[in-house]
């Protein structure tokens, strides 16, 4: 990263400042409960928001290694699922660190809006004693609540059942059905558990043959952060009122880097200036 780069510090579930397209295509992501056996199945095939995901980062000329890229792929399909079976009032931020290799996984979804996206963190990741996957959400109009819990393991999907089993209180389990299909099964009340405990791939995979199965919804989910010049003159700002040649360095633009999808935005002096200006 170049030295100039400046990582943006605002909030990572700061609400979307630019708007979705409701119009616009996105991945469908089905829910179903399970009759007799009490548990919810969420499902879907990412190979659409797969995509998006590699256009953003060709866009902003993102190299993730290989390694990460694979982790980041199975963490995005562990959140996707979740943000499907949770009310659509929510937002919410995973941050999932683990010490060996030594990388952060952030994603970050809109439930209102059916959006999601996220990043890879790889320089200056804190070493600690223990791999720690930290949940943020708020629901509208009410105070934002966290939790944590270690893991064991270089496995996204294995910090989300940790997750699940200790934060959730209720059990829940990730299937890769496919190359990029996956699902979620997560208990509710009264849960067959010797059933739930038992599931494999296949039973998972083909389990309308065999179980009765109740749709509960089709949402649609996108990728979309939302950051754009404005946001990035704002969180600016603050550092240009105190320290101007610090931030430009003599040059006459600086590039800030998103941290919600790593996306990076040029802005030059001459923008910050008239900002901070019209502030006053």
């Known amino acids: 990263m170049d030295k100039r780069d400046r990582v943006a510090l605002f909030d990572p579930t700061m609400a979307e400042s630019t708007p979705v397209n409701p119009a616009e ?3 469908n992501v089905l829910t179903h409960f399970v009759r007799a056996r009490n548990v919810l199945v969420a499902r879907a095939n990412l190979s659409e928001l797969y995509v998006d995901y590699y256009l953003h980062l060709g866009a902003n000329k993102v190299r993730p290694s290989e390694a990460h890229d694979a982790m980041f792929k199975r963490a995005l399909a562990g959140f996707v699922l979740h943000c499907a079976s949770r009310p659509r009032n ?3 931020a995973w941050t999932i660190n683990f010490q060996e290799p030594r990388v952060n996984l952030f994603l970050t979804g809109d439930n209102e809006l059916g959006t999601v996206t996220g990043r890879i ?3 200056n990741v804190r070493e600690l ?3 720690v996957f930290y949940a943020d959400v708020v629901r509208r109009r009410e105070p ?7 893991f064991v393991g270089a496995d996204p999907l294995v910090a989300v059942e940790k997750f699940y089993s200790q934060s959730e209180q ?5 299937f890769q059905l496919g190359e990029e299909e996956f699902a ?3 208990e509710h009340p009264d849960c067959d558990a010797a059933w739930f405990a038992a599931l494999d791939v296949e039973q998972v995979r083909t389990m309308e043959k065999n179980e009765t199965l109740s749709l509960l919804e089709t949402r649609v989910c996108r990728w979309h952060c939302g950051c754009n010049q404005a946001r990035m003159l704002e969180v600016l700002a603050p550092v240009m009122r105190t320290d101007p040649e610090g931030l430009f360095a003599g040059d006459p633009v600086v590039t800030i880097q998103c941290p919600r999808c790593a996306a990076r935005h040029a802005v030059t002096r001459e923008a910050l200036e008239a900002f901070v200006a019209g502030q006053k």
Do not use: Q
């Open 25 to 27: 295509p996105g991945l």
């Open 90 to 92: 929510e937002m919410t």
């Open 121 to 123: 963190f790889d320089e």
């Open 129 to 131: 004693p223990e791999n």
């Open 144 to 150: 934002s609540r966290r939790s944590a819990v270690n």
């Open 170 to 174: 209720r059990p829940g389990r990730f």
């Open 184 to 186: 979620l099964v997560c």
